[in-house]
């Protein structure tokens, strides 16, 4: 039986890539952002136990998500994986698009995933 290379942590919501010779943490965070947690080449790491996970401080400068009011969670501050513009995330954002009506916000979401071979 062959060890699986993509694991899923439902219970801390954290995706886990590895092989032999990597560990690549991905979580899914507020308002669904999948943010970058843990990346070791040359190193497995063996146990996750939330120890890497980035200081939740308050952002006062930072806008939050709609409707929250959490200051501790911002888009433009937290290690997002994908980085899109016009959503007040100010890196240099991997994705740009052009809308309909003129503005290039890109609000990107995890939805869900699915192993191959399940219905």
Known sequence: MTKELITFDSQNKIFNLSNKQITYL???ENGQTLCHLYFDFGKKLRNYHS???YPRISQNFSGGLPGSMDKTF???????E?????EGDFRAPAAI????DGSNALFLTYK???KEGEA
């Open 97 to 100: 698009v052009h809308n309909s």
């Open 112 to 114: 869900s995933y699915k």
């Open 51 to 53: 120890e890497l996970k």
């Open 74 to 80: 911002s888009r433009d501050t937290v290690p997002k």
């Open 82 to 86: 994908y980085s899109s513009a016009g």
């Open 26 to 28: 991905i979580s899914i």
